[in-house]
């Protein structure tokens, strides 16, 4: 699996959430096609956002926290179109409650929208089996299907019990008791093909529109899946598991670094990269094909997080509270993406090589030719051989942020009394510039770099503060919840954006023009 290299380009980092919507929460739908014409408008290349599958409701709905691999979070599913597509009438959404333009109120929300979605089911139930697009997915999609409808059923029928705490057959995935429940749940079944066949259907209309755009969709894979989701329920081999309590032996996380000085206990399950045998290998390299499959047909692009783990990833004891008593083990490396290649071919990955990194890590990202990161607001807390610096970096093919979802504003970053004031002269200076405006500041350095993508998160774009940070790591409260009104959304800072993109030859250009 070897890289496809960017043109020059910029984009915008936005979760789909953040969306202006009139049902608490951004979607797929109407909104989503405004901001993808609003990217193109300010000659934007790309969208990127967080990863899209469906949430637990711990962690505040982290997006890096999914009950399924491959699923569609279906709050991410547009009743707009429902109503559009037949699924719903007009009437069926009044009394949907008021929400807060700024924030996601998960407790409003997810209720008030699976009752839409089980209207909308009930509506259609009676014509699914007619319906030759509906039947075409479910045999497309059968293998994640079949095994995520009867999770998710279970777990509603467990009042949201992990997998591990439901009856022995259960939690086993025994396999005639599967064949039972196929019969037994078969309306629940039917219910979550209908769910995700929405938001699969109304994803395709999303990703067609953004390339008639002109615009790339660059999606968001964690490494590690939860605990608590139906892959790890129906692949126990492939995890590192207690045979016993069907729990994590060891858990994932990172060392103390620039985001917690205690590092980040994740607590997702470690994969079985040694000490399984063949079949389990085969079976979680084939798992992985899929995954990626699945991935690249959602998105033009996809960031791997935490790409470090594939050349060695830090292992916890699972009663360990924190991450300080970890130790690094080796990962499955060129192998591993050797394997994929031959799997499903060669596909545009950007690697999120952030934190503790190593020579080795460096080299299997530059061996596979994967773009790193490079975050301006690691520049200027050391020296003049900061990496992070524009002046520092060693080749184009790297994707410069002004911040990402785990880092303040820009905005918040230069007003933070914890940040030294040190870090703030050297960027005053870096970028001569008063700091008056120093989102922009950060913006002008991004674009004037030599990195072939410049993206920067929307509240960048617009200078907002750290009220409106999306997410401060190793908190568990108060994420995921950050949204635009769309009086701020459709401002003129992008036509501050598309000339900036302009000036720093980042315009989107068809192919052929300016070639000699």
């Known amino acids: 699996m070897r890289q496809k290299k960017f043109g020059r380009g910029s984009g915008v980092l936005c979760h789909i959430t953040s969306l202006p919507s009139i049902f608490g929460i951004g979607d797929i739908g109407p909104q989503a096609h405004r901001f993808i014409a609003l990217l193109a408008e300010a000659d934007q290349c790309c969208w990127q956002f967080l990863p899209v599958g469906p949430c637990s409701r711990g962690l505040d709905m982290s997006p890096y926290m999914g009950l399924s691999a491959f699923a569609g979070n279906p709050m991410l599913i547009s009743p707009e179109l429902l109503i559009k597509d037949g699924f719903l009438r007009p009437g069926d959404i009044e009394g949907f409650p008021d929400c807060s333009e700024y924030t996601v109120e998960f407790d409003k929300v997810v209720p008030a929208k699976r009752r839409l979605l089980r209207l909308a089911f009930s509506r259609t139930r009676p014509r699914l089996g007619g319906m030759e697009d509906f039947r075409e997915f479910c045999r497309r999609e059968e293998a994640w299907l079949e095994p995520y409808g009867l999770y998710m059923g279970l777990r509603e029928r467990f009042q949201g019990l992990a997998w591990n705490r439901w009856p022995q057959a259960l939690a086993l995935a025994d396999p005639r008791e599967m064949a039972r429940l196929r019969g037994e749940m078969a309306e629940e079944l039917q219910y ?270 617009l200078g907002f503060g750290s009220d409106c940070r999306m997410n401060v790591p190793g908190t568990a409260r108060g994420n995921w919840r950050w949204r635009c009104a769309p009086r701020f959304l459709y401002s003129d800072a992008f036509l501050r954006l598309r000339d900036e993109t302009n000036y720093y030859n980042r315009r989107p250009r068809p192919e052929g023009e300016g070639k000699q």
Request: net charge negative; with cysteine; charged share 25%.
């Open 192 to 461: 979550y093909r209908f769910e995700q066949f929405c938001f699969d259907s109304q994803w395709r209309r999303l990703r067609a529109y953004a390339a008639r755009k002109g615009v790339l969709l660059i999606g968001d894979l964690p490494v590690y899946v939860s605990y608590d989701c139906a892959d790890v329920w129906t692949g126990r081999s492939c995890f590192r598991l207690d045979g016993a309590t069907l729990l994590p032996t060891h858990v994932a996380g990172v060392p103390p670094d620039y985001f917690s000085a205690t590092g980040q206990r994740w607590g997702n399950p470690l994969y079985r990269w040694q000490g399984g045998d063949g079949e389990t290998e085969r079976d979680l390299f084939a798992w992985w094909a899929r995954r990626l499959r699945r991935n690249f047909d959602l998105a033009d692009v996809v960031r791997i997080d935490h790409f470090r783990g594939f050349e060695s990833y830090w292992e916890i004891p699972a009663d360990e509270p924190t991450a300080v008593g970890g130790r690094w083990v080796p990962g499955p490396g060129m192998r591993f993406f050797a394997a994929m290649a031959e799997a499903i071919g060669d596909h545009p990955i950007i690697a999120e090589d952030l934190g503790v990194i190593t020579p080795e890590v460096e080299r299997l990202r530059d061996d596979l030719g994967f773009p790193g990161m490079k975050i301006l607001q690691f520049a200027f807390d050391s020296d003049e051989r900061n990496s992070y610096l524009p002046c520092n970096y060693a080749t184009s093919n790297c994707v410069v942020y002004s911040g990402t979802h785990d880092n303040d504003t820009a905005v918040g970053w230069y007003l933070d009394h914890g940040v030294e004031e040190r870090s703030k002269h050297r960027l005053r200076r870096y970028a001569n510039s008063p700091g008056s405006e120093i989102h922009w500041d950060f913006i002008r350095l991004a674009m004037s770099s030599v990195a072939d993508l410049a993206i920067f998160p929307v509240q960048d774009v």
